[in-house]
């Protein structure tokens, strides 16, 4: 498996430094945090699109995938989030990027019924402008749809090869599923894993790789168990917590332990 961080746990830092940190410390690839606070997002031009590939190819370093906001399932009118996710798949495409990432995002008010119909029509059309692009839409596990339960309802419906499933094993984890559970649920979808470490159900402060309770151990022997040989994803949320320990003195440890899960379960 490859390694990766997310520049969640940098935020606004500017890319040649995000590039030393994963060269330094040894990951493949960087997810990308698509908002406008940072130095990638869907408002640059053309020529700053193509900088911004040639810096991560001069680096070595992927560019693992485009992490958006679109909140496919939430009530309203179609067409902006469908263009907002056609802007992600754009700027994807440009920066030579295989996946896009969105959120469920349904409102409270609606029924599960509803929010599968609405995030699967708004899906299903997106995928026809992914396809021609190459580049593939995740739904992440995550807020309204936080199990892989919840996200294969929304898979099953949309049925295009070009809609995946990003899990994220916190919300996995607190949303009671099981590793194998939700492998069992998202492999056939399966675009990248993004782990991570917290304290507990009721305090999700970011913590260092292996020293809170998310069962990181569970989910890679999983995927190893299964042959899947996809990317793992450290996302750090160091922007929603500005108390955590800052990413870069935990990026080299983070990738010791993940290689010794990595290689216990092989």
């Known amino acids: ?109 609606q029924s599960p019924a509803e929010a599968d119909a609405v995030a699967a029509r708004r899906l299903g059309t997106a995928a026809e402008y992914a396809a021609d692009l190459g580049v593939r839409i995740l739904l992440e596990t995550h807020d309204s749809h936080r199990t892989g339960a919840d996200a294969i309802r929304v898979l099953g419906l949309v049925g295009h090869r070009n809609v995946g499933s990003l899990w994220d094993v916190m919300h996995t984890w607190l949303g009671g599923e099981q590793p194998s559970e939700t492998y069992a649920a998202l492999s056939p979808y399966l675009g990248y894993i993004q782990v991570k470490d917290i304290a507990s159900a009721d305090d999700t402060t970011p913590l260092p790789l292996g020293t809170g309770v998310l069962p990181l151990a569970e989910c890679v022997e999983v995927l190893s168990r299964h042959g899947w040989d996809g990317w793992l994803c450290w996302e750090y949320e160091k922007r929603w917590y500005e108390d955590a320990a800052p990413l870069p003195d935990l990026l080299e440890k983070g990738r010791e332990h993940l290689a010794r899960l990595l290689n216990d379960s092989a």
Do not use: C, W
């Not at 746990?9 to 997810?31: F, I, S």
């Not at 606070?37 to 680096?59: I, M, S, W, Y």
């Open 1 to 109: 498996m490859k390694l990766a961080f997310s520049t969640l746990g940098v935020p606004g830092l500017p890319l040649p430094d995000v590039l030393r940190l994963a060269t330094t410390h040894g990951y493949h690839g960087v997810e990308l945090r698509a908002h406008p606070e940072e130095p990638v997002h869907p408002g640059l031009d053309l020529a700053q699109r193509t900088d911004v590939a040639a810096e991560f190819k001069a680096a070595g370093v992927d560019v693992l995938g485009i992490a958006g906001y679109a909140r496919v399932a939430a009530p309203g009118d179609d067409n902006p989030v469908i263009e907002e996710v056609r802007r992600l798949l754009d700027l994807a495409r440009d920066l030579g990027a295989p996946y896009v990432r969105v959120f469920p995002g349904a409102d409270p008010g």
